[in-house]
């Protein structure tokens, strides 16, 4: 087994709305307001006022990078209206990741935004790029910057509001994240919404580029697709629109951030739902260790080798010992990909902790169990398993 190269970040990934609580001034609070049969996050796991708990728990570990959020609906709640306060907050978390020996990585929308904002109307891109100047007043010395997090799936979840407020829907809420007998598969993202926010990526990246000296690039839900025999044609039809539309907007950024869980096949008819079996995570994924490295070959290919960085990958269990045994052998999915001599930058797990998965609380994805009455961390073996291949670097 290779080691990992100098440099290599090996760390943990969170998202604001889903771990800092009281998100009220976003879509995603109002939605959990007002649909039907989804949880709610409310105090969240209170990451908000115990980030630097949270972060010192992974630099303790021997983790050295935590990828984490700037909620735009907290820092403009209203349009024109810039919180001073909430930049300088998010300005501490970075001070306090350095402090740890930690490298920040940034994301600047990680699928929520402020309540007045809409990404169809015709001055979308524009006031994506106003908040953007913003955000990077904070951004000195930060090495890397996601802009959007998994634009596939927000375009994905764009469309379904589209569609749902058209027809007044009243039906029980489906997270995007969790497929099963009433949608046994996601449907394709609107590739006209998937254009627009590679122009809201794109129109960041440039403000990024002029006012920090961050690594700019985002991330992609990548499905680790696969043909099923004579199949070939339809697989490049399907990772088109599901895909690659994402991957190549990404072919002059300084990085692709690969996501990948799980792995799905595509028949004649399309992605072919995963099939029923005891393996299978919290969220009706198959058991797919091999997902990362299938996934990193595809993007290393689709954006003409722009250097990969593994901003999540994961597993939705309660058992402690299958995310390790997960982990490690996704770990050696991906130095097989090292060794290929695909430029890999690091691995970012996800996720740091327990938290909100996108209307509902049950899927259990994190490094670190949280008791949310007390808000009490309990660290996972996980962690420390993590911490010491980072010490090691190599599996």
Request: hydrophobic letters at 40%; one cysteine or more; charged letters at 25%.
């Amino acid at each position: 087994m290779p080691k990992a190269p100098s440099g290599f970040l090996w760390g943990a990934a969170t998202a604001p709305h889903q771990i800092e609580g009281n998100n009220v001034s976003s879509d995603w609070w109002a939605l959990e307001q007002a649909m039907p049969g989804m949880q709610r996050s409310g105090d969240a796991i209170d990451s908000y006022h115990r980030y630097a708990e949270d972060m010192r728990l992974l630099a303790e570990a021997g983790l050295n990078a935590y990828r984490f959020g700037i909620e735009w609906a907290r820092v403009e709640p209203i349009p024109g209206a810039f919180s001073r306060a909430e930049l300088a907050h998010y300005r501490r978390m970075i001070d306090t990741a350095f402090g740890l020996g930690l490298t920040p990585v940034v994301t600047l929308h990680h699928f929520t935004n402020p309540r007045w904002f809409d990404w169809l109307a015709d001055d979308a891109v524009q006031r994506f790029q106003s908040y953007v100047r913003q955000a990077a007043s904070i951004l000195g010395g930060v090495p890397w910057v996601c802009t959007i997090n998994e634009p596939n799936m927000l375009a994905l979840m764009i469309g379904m509001a589209r569609d749902a407020r058209a027809q007044r829907s009243t039906e029980e809420w489906m997270s995007p994240t969790v497929e099963g007998a009433a949608r046994p598969v996601l449907p394709d993202p609107d590739p006209e919404i998937g254009d627009r926010l590679a122009e809201a990526h794109h129109a960041a990246r440039e403000v990024l580029k002029e006012r920090t000296g961050a690594a700019v690039g985002w991330t992609v839900a990548c499905q680790a697709l696969t043909a099923t025999p004579g199949n070939e044609a339809r697989l490049r039809e399907v990772r088109r629109i599901r895909e690659d539309l994402y991957l190549e907007a990404a072919r002059d950024d300084d990085f692709i951030g690969v996501q990948s869980y799980s792995s799905q096949a595509v028949d004649g008819n399309g992605v072919v739902p995963h099939p029923q079996h005891p393996d299978n995570t919290m969220t009706g994924n198959a058991y797919r260790p091999d997902a990362i490295g299938i996934a990193v070959r595809h993007a290393w290919e689709a954006t003409g080798h722009t250097p990969i960085l593994v901003t999540e990958n994961g597993i939705a269990t309660p058992d402690d010992t299958r995310r390790v045994a997960y982990t490690q052998e996704a770990l050696g999915h991906l130095f097989d990909c090292l060794d290929e001599g695909i430029d890999v930058r690091g691995y970012l797990h996800w996720s740091a902790l327990d938290n909100f998965e996108w209307g509902h609380w049950e899927p259990t994805f994190g490094l670190i169990a949280v008791d949310r009455e007390t808000f009490e961390r309990q660290p996972k073996p996980s962690l420390a398993w993590l911490g010491e291949v980072a010490r090691r670097g190599e599996v």
